[in-house]
């Protein structure tokens, strides 16, 4: 395994579970097809539909009779000359790593990463969430930037110099169409976040942790992140939560299998919050 990542694994069992109540778990998830996460532009927006074989051609620019085989055809399978009994064969589905919440791979920034995803302990355990939408708001920038990452930290009494998982909300409320001005770091940032020792995973409730212009995103905030090995978390949904500036709990993250893919996978995120 990756040397840096085996060092920040290592430490994971050493972790103290905070207590929470199971029975009032917040879900964090965007579906896959909501029209505002998609990135890098709205027609990537996955589209989870069954086609016809003319629509199909349609959509591919490419004369029908060039599909071969069933593509989402009924078939009548019934033995029956008074009813048919109806199946679609061979359903066609169109979608897309980067929409919903999901959580980036090595392989969405590296031809050839070292290792093809990160482990499923950097995703799940102790986590904080920080509140900079009212900073945003207030600041009237969509940049995140040290600065703002160290004032966050200086209200909340957070250390980042101990974090393992973060999230940030950034919206007071999701949008409901794509927004290319979502809030989003800046390289400095994603370097910062990367040289932290203990940091596992970073998430934010933005379609992207770079600005969907960023190029190539390597030498952005993902490359300043994927230095450190930090897993990454996007899209997700924190309407749901309290609007306070620091939440402390637990975090769940499942895998939704319509949704891996080699460069993202799609996420159902949870969040437990600590009991007081």
């Known amino acids: 395994m990756d040397e840096i990542l085996s060092r920040k694994l290592a430490a994971i069992n050493q972790e103290s579970v905070p207590t929470v109540r199971l029975a009032d778990g917040i879900d964090l998830s965007s579906p896959p097809g909501h029209p505002r996460i998609s990135f890098p532009a709205p027609g990537y927006t996955p589209v989870f539909e069954v086609l016809n074989r003319t629509t199909l051609a349609s959509s591919l620019g490419i004369q029908p009779d060039l599909i071969s085989g069933l593509v989402s055809e009924l ?25 919903g919440s999901h959580a980036d791979q090595p392989a969405h920034w590296l031809a050839q990463p070292p290792f093809s995803e990160f482990d499923n302990r950097q995703y799940n355990g102790p986590v904080t969430i920080l509140n900079l939408a009212a900073l945003l708001e207030k600041s ?6 040290v600065p703002l990452l160290e004032h966050i930290a200086n209200e909340t009494g957070f250390d980042w110099q101990t974090a ?16 290319d001005t979502f809030a989003h770091l800046s390289p400095a940032a994603g370097e910062f976040l990367g040289t932290l020792p203990h940091l596992l995973l ?24 994927w230095a450190g090995r930090v897993a990454i978390l996007e ?14 709990g637990l975090l769940q993250v499942l895998w939704n299998p319509m949704q891996i893919f080699p460069d993202a996978k799609g996420a159902l995120v949870t969040f437990f919050r600590t009991e007081d």
């Open 140 to 145: 009237g920038k969509s940049v995140i930037t």
């Open 164 to 179: 393992k998982r973060v999230l940030l909300r950034t919206y007071h409320q999701t949008p409901t169409i794509w927004e």
């Open 235 to 248: 899209g997700l949904e924190t309407d749901r939560l309290p609007t306070t500036l620091r939440l402390d």
């Open 202 to 225: 970073f998430g934010t409730d933005a379609p992207s942790v770079d600005h969907p212009a960023a190029s190539p995103i390597i030498a952005c905030a993902h490359g300043g992140l």
């Open 75 to 99: 078939v009548d399978v019934s033995s029956h000359p008074a009813g048919v009994c109806l199946v679609s064969a061979n359903l066609y589905l169109r979608s897309n790593a980067h929409a």
